[in-house]
């Protein structure tokens, strides 16, 4: 006789993941969100600028930006990023009893859907988003190729920083799903080339040519013109980042590094905290039957972490960078569990004392953060 749902520690602390979420978004609203509004009262009217495709979208459905438009987007972003996640889930491993600490550790993860929830309206989950779609989308031709070059020319132009962030993970995606199963030809090796080439040329574009031509006086009263509420200036403090170049990028970060760099320990210890998924995680890599496609996994989640590392060099937010390394960590666990394997991988034991203590831990972190951890 199975004992009462509330007696089970895994649903239990399911349901206190749900109760955090709550907390953490209801934290989020009574903030001022100064980098989300002003994402989408940025477009395209003076030209071609980085980090403006949001705001361009917005203004041919409003002309006047109200604050609350933040989160009632972001919002319906998270949720759909959160369904398709539980679709994804469901169709890689299932929901039972057996699998409900691996999704515990996964979309329950402080580094997941709850940092999400804290930077509601920052540009991250689009990347997310984007390799979600790709991992349910069917991998049969060449058009799934075509489809991950679209999505990343969109997160570019959402922000140039997904070159490192989340483009990485859809290559990886990309070769795990398409090419190791329909092999190598010319057409769609030359397909791939110009894609990441196409996808390269934007983002120097991006990087090096899309700073506001403007002053920045009258880059601040058009932004004015377009807030439904012109009298808070507060939400405009930064309009600086149409105007700085990388080095300026740079040199923050490196003068920031020596209070940053005492971050890193907590992020070593969240990470460790996730043992019990690690061990997991190997083992579904050790699993796959082909020794080719061991090697490219591991390749590929070394060039991933190599990407974000240079991200560590380049911008300080560092929480949201780990975060958002882990979170594509999941998500190619999944591309990974769709290889071919030699034999079943044990899913994570949900009766042993050390891996539920972790979980529960795991469960009342409320978000990892933006810049600092918590």
Same mark, same amino acid.
């Given at each position: 006789m199975k004992p009462p749902?509330?007696?089970?520690?895994?649903?239990?602390?399911?349901?206190?993941?749900?109760?955090?979420?709550?907390?953490?978004?209801?934290?989020?609203?009574?903030?001022?969100?100064?980098?989300?509004?002003i994402h989408l009262v940025v477009d395209y009217h003076f030209g071609f600028i980085k980090r403006a495709l949001i705001g361009a979208i917005v203004s041919l459905v409003v002309?006047?930006?109200?604050?609350?438009?933040?989160?009632?987007?972001?919002?319906?972003?998270?949720?759909?990023?959160?369904?398709?996640?539980?679709r994804l889930f469901q169709r890689t491993f299932g929901f039972d009893e057996k699998t409900l600490p691996l999704f515990l550790f996964t979309a329950a993860s402080p580094f997941f859907f709850k940092n999400f929830m804290h930077s509601l309206?920052?540009?991250?989950?689009?990347?997310?988003?984007?390799?979600?779609?790709?991992?349910?989308?069917?991998?049969? &031709?060449?058009?799934?190729?075509?489809?991950?070059?679209?999505? &990343?020319?969109?997160?570019?132009?959402?922000?140039?920083?997904?070159l490192l962030?989340?483009?990485?993970?859809?290559?990886?995606?990309?070769?795990l799903r398409y090419y190791l199963s329909a092999g190598i030809n010319r057409t769609n090796v030359a397909v791939g080339v110009i894609a990441t080439l196409a996808i390269g040329a934007l983002f120097i574009a991006a990087q090096f040519w899309g700073t506001m031509p403007i002053p920045a006086p009258q880059f601040i009263?058009?932004?004015?013109?377009?807030m439904a509420d012109p009298s808070r200036t507060d939400l405009l403090s930064f309009a600086y980042i149409w105007?700085?170049?990388?080095?300026?990028?740079?040199?923050?970060?490196?003068?920031?590094?020596? &209070?940053?760099?005492?971050?890193?320990?907590?992020?070593?210890?969240?990470?460790?905290?996730?043992?019990?998924?690690?061990?997991?995680?190997?083992?579904?890599?050790?699993?796959? !039957?082909?020794?080719?496609?061991? !090697?490219?996994?591991?390749?590929?989640?070394?060039?991933?972490?190599l990407g974000y590392l240079i991200m560590f060099a380049i911008v300080f937010d560092y929480s949201r960078w780990v975060s958002n390394w882990a979170v594509?960590?999941?998500?190619?666990?999944?591309?990974?569990?769709?290889?071919?394997?030699?034999?079943?991988?044990?899913?994570?034991?949900?009766?042993?004392?050390?891996t539920t203590i972790f979980a529960a831990i795991v469960t009342l972190i409320p978000r990892v953060g933006i810049v600092r951890p918590f």
């Open positions: 749902p509330w007696q089970n520690p895994w649903r239990v602390m399911l349901a206190v993941n749900v109760a955090v979420l709550i907390g953490v978004f209801w934290h989020k609203v009574l903030l001022p969100p100064w980098v989300p509004y002309d006047k930006v109200p604050v609350w438009l933040v989160f009632a987007l972001a919002g319906t972003v998270w949720l759909i990023t959160l369904g398709l996640f539980i309206g920052h540009f991250d989950i689009y990347g997310c988003l984007a390799a979600i779609i790709l991992l349910l989308a069917p991998a049969r &031709s060449i058009g799934f190729v075509l489809l991950a070059a679209l999505l &990343s020319i969109i997160l570019i132009l959402i922000h140039h920083i997904h962030m989340y483009v990485p993970t859809i290559g990886v995606i990309v070769v009263d058009y932004l004015k013109s377009r105007y700085q170049p990388l080095s300026k990028e740079i040199s923050d970060t490196w003068a920031r590094m020596p &209070s940053n760099i005492l971050g890193v320990p907590v992020f070593a210890l969240l990470i460790w905290l996730h043992t019990p998924l690690w061990r997991y995680y190997a083992d579904t890599i050790r699993a796959l !039957r082909e020794d080719l496609h061991r !090697r490219l996994v591991v390749a590929a989640l070394t060039g991933v972490t594509c960590m999941f998500l190619i666990l999944h591309a990974v569990k769709m290889l071919p394997a030699s034999r079943a991988v044990a899913p994570i034991p949900a009766d042993d004392r050390k």
